[in-house]
């Protein structure tokens, strides 16, 4: 039974639009959510992060949302460049430490 | 300040034989935790050591596979008489504290990927 779903495996965004990715989790004692970006044959770089207190966290183009009523999770890019094409994981913590999900390939088109 | 070090890169090995995956944290990071990434699958939990003590090895099967972390040198995963499920791409974190713990997130090292022929 998965714990963190990413439902899109993959998404298509033109250059200079807004990518949207969600992710959704199960279990409301999850505290801390993160976003992995992935490049092929390397590994996960650690993106941005929010915790449980806050619903919003802004990192240059890259802004987190969290819905905690809704145990839901999402990833903004504004606006979307070729080098953010790559596969986003979506990682929350819990008792026993990180859980991803299976990532969704973000594909950015010129 | 290096990252997160896993070495080799690529491993090939025959059914039946050993893979031996190294990897050496962040300069100081003493907790690691390693991750194995399926065809197709997200990152799955393996084990989560600290030094010389494995901390939890729930994601870990049962059978064949193993880790340590050493108080000197890098830590370690080993399968023994790998099989071609074993195929996979192995990523070893470290973070400075506990995962769980407090607000911190875990660096990645770039990975090894294990083919078993």
């Known amino acids: 039974d998965q714990q963190v779903k990413q439902n899109s495996p993959s998404l298509s965004v033109q250059e200079g639009r807004i990518s949207i990715l969600n992710c959704d989790y199960t279990?409301?004692?999850?505290?801390?959510f993160l976003w992995y970006k992935k490049y092929p044959a390397e590994g996960p770089t650690f993106l941005i992060s929010?915790?449980?207190?806050?619903d919003k966290n802004e990192d240059g183009r890259f802004t987190v949302f969290l819905n905690k009523s809704a145990k839901h999770l999402s990833l903004h890019i504004v606006p979307s460049q070729p080098g953010d094409s790559a596969v986003y994981f979506c990682?929350?913590?819990?008792?026993?430490?990180?859980?991803f999900g299976k990532g969704t390939h973000l594909i950015i088109q010129p | 300040n290096a990252g997160v070090m896993q070495n080799p890169r690529h491993l090939v090995r025959r059914r039946g034989q050993e893979a031996r995956l190294r990897c050496s944290p962040m300069?100081?990071?003493?907790?690691v935790y390693w991750y194995r990434q399926l065809p197709e699958e997200g990152l799955k939990f393996m084990v989560y050591l600290q030094k010389e003590n494995i901390i939890d090895e729930s994601g870990m099967p049962k059978e064949r596979f193993s880790a340590e972390f050493p108080k000197e040198g890098p830590s370690i995963l080993r399968i023994q008489q790998v099989v071609r499920g074993d195929s996979a791409a192995y990523f070893c974190?470290?973070?400075?504290?506990?995962?769980?713990?407090?607000?911190?997130?875990?660096?990645f090292g770039q990975g090894t990927r294990l083919t078993v022929v």
């Open positions: 279990n409301s004692m999850f505290d801390y």
């Open positions: 990682a929350v913590r819990g008792a026993d430490g990180l859980t």
């Open positions: 929010i915790s449980s207190i806050k």
């Open positions: 300069k100081g990071h003493s907790h």
């Open positions: 974190a470290s973070s400075p504290l506990d995962v769980t713990a407090i607000n911190t997130e875990a660096f």
